[in-house]
């Protein structure tokens, strides 16, 4: 059974920074995609940014310049590197995987990390 864990959140100032961590783990063949979404109360989960095995990136436009995706294939972990936070920022932030598991001949999308909470705040 693959697992995805999130780490990483905290509560943080304004202009302040974090780093967050998404670990997969278990019968995985291969990961094409990963990506981090955040849903913040009363809103809809959003797409913020996606990193490819390749290390190619997209963002979402808000956090453009201000986030930073990147993955570690060797270890199946990818990190968001968020700075000069804004209170907009505060969010649970999912992290989200397109991957094949062993035995399996396709990819499938559907695999969700448990969130980790992010608080912008003075």
């Known amino acids: 059974q693959v697992q995805l864990v999130e780490s990483g959140g905290g509560l943080v100032q304004p202009g302040g920074s974090l780093r967050l961590s998404c670990a997969a783990s278990g019968s995985i063949f291969s990961i094409a995609v990963m990506g981090w979404y955040r849903q913040a109360p009363g809103k809809q989960r959003e797409l913020v940014a996606t990193?490819?095995?390749?290390?190619?990136?997209t963002y979402e436009d808000s956090v453009k310049g201000r986030f930073t995706a990147s993955r570690d294939n060797t270890k199946n972990t990818m990190y968001l590197q968020m700075k000069r936070l804004e209170p907009e920022d505060t969010a649970v932030y999912y992290c989200?995987?397109?991957?094949?598991?062993?035995?399996?001949?396709?990819?499938?999308?559907?695999?969700w990390g448990q969130g980790t909470q992010v608080t912008v705040s003075s």
């Open positions: 990193v490819t095995s390749g290390g190619s990136t």
């Open positions: 989200n995987a397109k991957l094949r598991e062993h035995g399996n001949l396709y990819y499938r999308d559907d695999y």
